[in-house]
């Protein structure tokens, strides 16, 4: 079946600096990818997201990217904090106007102080 | 905010056992779903329903069924539960349009041994 990809799958940076996720999707039909935070214990929680006739998309703190060409589309946390230590998931739509998502394995993001 | 509520949050359960899991939603939402996460797999599709009385399967509907008995309830029912099924099982909801924010509940915790 279609998968998204995504990487890394584990990543630890520093308080202040950036970090970046990246997720590639399969089927040139998708046209929604929403980004969800999930701490732990608690359920996923959308914080962004891009639809394909954006290819930049910024909100407090996130920046995504779209790349419709590579299919890939990431995430930019600017000026990281302990607070944003969580799993992130990026989704892609199964196809156009479709409801269903096909999510990637998720990245567990740590932010060092 | 959009409130998916499940029950029970943890479960144990016997192999060969029948499980059911509940999710009710207050969101007077038209899409209800049931996710499964396994770490590594991140989450995935097992049933979805768009309307009462109607179910339709997901990416991995092998060895569950589903129930929408209204449009607030989702039912998944697990007949005979296996030591594979222990995952951690998610209920979501979204609204009529596609591309739209998918609310999820807290999660429901499920053993099987």
């Known amino acids: 079946g279609e998968q998204v990809e995504q990487l890394p799958s584990i990543l630890r940076v520093q308080e202040g600096s950036s970090a970046s996720i990246n997720c590639t999707y399969e089927?040139?039909?998708?046209?929604?990818f929403p980004w969800y935070k999930q701490e732990p214990g608690e359920n996923p929680k959308l914080i962004i997201d891009?639809?394909?006739?954006?290819e930049r998309k910024q909100t407090q703190g996130l920046i995504v990217l779209l790349d419709k060409k590579a299919k890939r589309f990431s995430l930019h946390i600017t000026d990281t904090q302990p607070g944003d230590s969580a799993m992130y998931f990026c989704?892609?739509?199964?196809?156009?106007?479709?409801?269903?998502?096909?999510f990637g394995s998720g990245t567990q993001l740590t932010v060092m102080p | 905010e959009a409130a998916v509520t499940q029950s029970p949050r943890s479960k144990v359960a016997v192999t060969g056992g029948k499980v059911t899991l509940s999710c009710h939603q207050t969101?007077?939402?038209?899409?209800m779903y049931w996710y499964r996460q396994d770490t590594g797999h991140g989450l995935r599709l097992i049933h979805y329903?768009?309307?009462?009385?109607?179910?339709e399967k997901g990416d991995i509907p092998d060895g569950y069924k589903a129930s929408r008995p209204s449009q607030e309830n989702f039912s998944l029912i697990l007949e005979l539960a296996s030591l594979s099924q222990t995952a951690v099982y998610f209920c979501?909801?979204?609204?009529?349009?596609?591309?739209?924010?998918?609310?999820f509940g807290k999660g429901t915790r499920l053993t099987v041994v």
């Open positions: 979501a909801s979204s609204g009529r349009e596609s591309n739209t924010e998918v609310f």
């Open positions: 089927n040139s039909a998708s046209n929604y």
């Open positions: 891009i639809r394909s006739n954006m």
């Open positions: 989704a892609a739509s199964k196809a156009s106007g479709s409801w269903q998502l096909i």
């Open positions: 969101n007077n939402h038209d899409y």
């Open positions: 329903s768009y309307v009462a009385d109607s179910t």
